[in-house]
């Protein structure tokens, strides 16, 4: 297997590097907001970026990710990481004590949340002494922050040691406890089976003739763009600290 680079950022190796190669036209989401190549989600994930480091994050800083399944967390995942941030992933279902201990657990100082789900992160956020901002996905400020923003980003050069992702055991002993994936020691075996078959680079949604999204291969829930609770199972999974074949840090896939 190819060595990793002392420099490795997760961004730049699966999304800026396909851009470079070529691949930029390529389909990368299909969804029922239409198709994203790697370039619109490039330029996405780069204007989340901007709109975090506008919101005061800073390399190695923790930021949350509480999403439905879509383009917007794949953008918010990716500019996360561009920005040099660490990307912790919960639940956006989760009740408001268990949101105040992620708050205070992970000391994140930004919180990207949907507007359907946002309340029990506002309530929350009383009880934080380290979170600055909610950013609501979904929100028209948001969605004009998000569009006014740059379409260009240079990625932070990431340490292959740093820390990269933040997931979560299932706390049956307790409360849940952050399993960290750096970019080297813990994911180096998933970016390699990733980058050597170039299948599972992104989630990969499908239409089903009913006009939900699913997953192609891993039978993931529905995601429908205007359900109230949006679907978020593959990311519950990776909470309980359950695993559905996917290489570690990443959602689970189709073919690209």
């Given at each position: 297997?190819?060595?990793?680079?002392?420099?490795?950022?997760i961004?730049?190796?699966?999304?800026?590097?396909?851009?470079r190669e070529?691949?930029?036209?390529?389909?990368?989401l299909?969804?029922?907001?239409?198709?994203?190549?790697?370039r619109?989600?490039q330029?996405?994930?780069n204007?989340?970026?901007?709109?975090l480091?506008?919101a005061g994050v800073?390399p190695?800083?923790?930021?949350?990710?509480?999403l439905p399944?879509?383009p917007e967390?794949?953008?918010?995942?990716?500019?996360?990481?561009k920005v040099g941030a660490?990307?912790?992933?919960?639940?956006?279902?989760?009740?408001?004590?268990?949101?105040?201990y992620f708050y205070?657990y992970?000391r994140?100082?930004?919180?990207?949340v949907h507007r359907?789900t946002?309340?029990?992160?506002?309530?929350?956020q009383r009880?934080?002494g380290?979170l600055?901002q909610i950013i609501?996905?979904?929100e028209?400020?948001?969605?004009?922050?998000?569009?006014?923003a740059?379409?260009?980003?240079?990625?932070?050069p990431?340490?292959?040691?740093?820390?990269?992702i933040w997931?979560f055991?299932?706390?049956?002993?307790g409360?849940p406890?952050a399993?960290?994936q750096?970019?080297h020691?813990?994911?180096?075996?998933?970016?390699?089976?990733?980058?050597?078959?170039?299948?599972?680079?992104?989630?990969?949604?499908g239409r089903?003739?009913?006009?939900?999204?699913?997953?192609?291969?891993?039978?993931?829930n529905?995601?429908?763009?205007?359900?109230?609770?949006?679907?978020?199972?593959?990311?519950?999974?990776?909470?309980?600290?359950e695993?559905?074949?996917?290489p570690?840090?990443?959602?689970?896939?189709g073919p690209?």
């Open positions: 297997m190819t060595e990793l680079p002392e420099r490795l950022n961004a730049d190796w699966l999304l800026d590097a396909r851009v070529g691949r930029g036209d390529r389909p990368a299909l969804t029922d907001q239409g198709t994203f190549t790697y619109d989600v330029v996405l994930a204007r989340f970026g901007h709109m480091e506008s800073a190695e800083q923790r930021v949350i990710i509480a399944d879509g967390f794949v953008a918010a995942l990716f500019g996360t990481l660490v990307v912790v992933m919960v639940n956006p279902q989760l009740a408001v004590d268990a949101i105040e205070s992970t994140a100082t930004v919180a990207l359907y946002a309340p029990a992160f506002q309530a929350a009880a934080s380290h600055k609501i996905v979904g028209p400020v948001t969605t004009r922050a998000v569009e006014g740059s379409p260009e980003l240079e990625t932070f990431s340490h292959r040691d740093d820390a990269a997931l055991s299932g706390g049956t002993t409360k406890k399993v960290v750096s970019y020691a813990g994911s180096a075996e998933a970016l390699l089976w990733v980058r050597d078959r170039l299948e599972s680079v992104f989630s990969v949604l089903r003739s009913d006009g939900a999204v699913s997953r192609q291969e891993h039978g993931g529905a995601l429908r763009e205007d359900s109230e609770v949006p679907a978020n199972r593959a990311r519950e999974r990776a909470d309980n600290g695993s559905d074949g996917s570690p840090g990443l959602c689970s896939a690209i």
